[in-house]
C-alpha cells in the first residue's frame, strides 16, 4: 500500500520528486528490487502512478473497483508463493522472470485491491489539509485517517483551534 501512496505522490502531488534517484529509493524504502531499477523504467513507474491517481481520488466505491478491475485485467499476474528475506514465505504476483515495473505494478494493485475488500474506500482518499494534494491509505486499527501526514494534520488542527480562539 505504503509503495502505491508514495508513487502517486512522487509522480502527481505538488512538490513530488519522480526523478530516477527518487524512484530507486521508492522502491528500497518500501522492500522492492530497487537494485533492478533501471532509469529506463522511470517513465513505466511515472506512468503507473498517473493510472492509479483516480483509485484515490474516487468518491464512489464503485468507481474504485471499476478502476481496480480494469487494471487486474490488463496487467498480466501469475500469483505465487515467493520465500525470501526479508519477507520470509509471502505472495508475489507477476511471473518472476517480469521486469521490475510489471512485478511492481502487479504488486501494489493487488494490495490496493486487498485494502478495498477489506475496508471498503474509506481508508485512501486525498489530504484534507487545505492546499495538499497528496494521497494516504490508512492501514491503522482506528481507521479514521484523512490527511498524508502528521505535519498535514497539525496544521489543519491548529488553524481550526486558533479560528475558534478569535471567534
Given at each position: 500500500?505504503?509503495?502505491?501512496?508514495?508513487?502517486?505522490?512522487?509522480?502527481?502531488?505538488?512538490?513530488?520528486?519522480?526523478?530516477?534517484?527518487?524512484?530507486?529509493?521508492?522502491?528500497?524504502?518500501?522492500?522492492?528490487?530497487?537494485?533492478?531499477?533501471?532509469?529506463?523504467?522511470?517513465?513505466?513507474?511515472?506512468?503507473?502512478?498517473?493510472?492509479?491517481?483516480?483509485?484515490?481520488?474516487?468518491?464512489?466505491?464503485?468507481?474504485?473497483?471499476e478502476?481496480?478491475?480494469?487494471?487486474?485485467l490488463?496487467?498480466?499476474?501469475?500469483?505465487?508463493?515467493?520465500?525470501?528475506?526479508?519477507?520470509?514465505?509471502?505472495?508475489?504476483?507477476?511471473?518472476?522472470?517480469?521486469?521490475?515495473?510489471?512485478?511492481?505494478r502487479?504488486?501494489?494493485l493487488?494490495?490496493?485491491?486487498?485494502?478495498?475488500?477489506?475496508?471498503?474506500?474509506?481508508?485512501?482518499?486525498?489530504?484534507?489539509?487545505?492546499?495538499?494534494?497528496?494521497?494516504?491509505?490508512?492501514?491503522?486499527?482506528?481507521?479514521?485517517?484523512?490527511?498524508?501526514?502528521?505535519?498535514?494534520?497539525?496544521?489543519?488542527?491548529?488553524?481550526?483551534?486558533?479560528?475558534r480562539?478569535?471567534?
Amino acid at each position: 500500500m505504503s509503495a502505491a501512496v508514495a508513487l502517486v505522490n512522487a509522480v502527481t502531488a505538488t512538490g513530488g520528486d519522480d526523478s530516477a534517484g527518487a524512484l530507486r529509493r521508492l522502491l528500497r524504502d518500501n522492500e522492492f528490487f530497487w537494485q533492478e531499477f533501471d532509469d529506463a523504467d522511470a517513465e513505466d513507474f511515472r506512468r503507473w502512478g498517473r493510472v492509479l491517481r483516480p483509485f484515490f481520488e474516487a468518491a464512489r466505491l464503485r468507481d474504485a473497483t471499476e478502476l481496480l478491475n480494469r487494471l487486474m485485467l490488463e496487467i498480466p499476474m501469475h500469483p505465487h508463493l515467493s520465500d525470501h528475506e526479508p519477507h520470509g514465505l509471502h505472495m508475489h504476483y507477476a511471473p518472476p522472470s517480469s521486469r521490475l515495473p510489471d512485478r511492481f505494478r502487479a504488486t501494489t494493485l493487488m494490495n490496493l485491491a486487498e485494502l478495498v475488500v477489506q475496508y471498503g474506500l474509506g481508508r485512501t482518499g486525498v489530504c484534507a489539509a487545505d492546499g495538499c494534494d497528496r494521497v494516504y491509505a490508512d492501514t491503522s486499527r482506528a481507521g479514521r485517517r484523512r490527511f498524508c501526514t502528521e505535519a498535514c494534520a497539525n496544521r489543519t488542527n491548529v488553524a481550526a483551534f486558533r479560528a475558534r480562539r478569535r471567534t
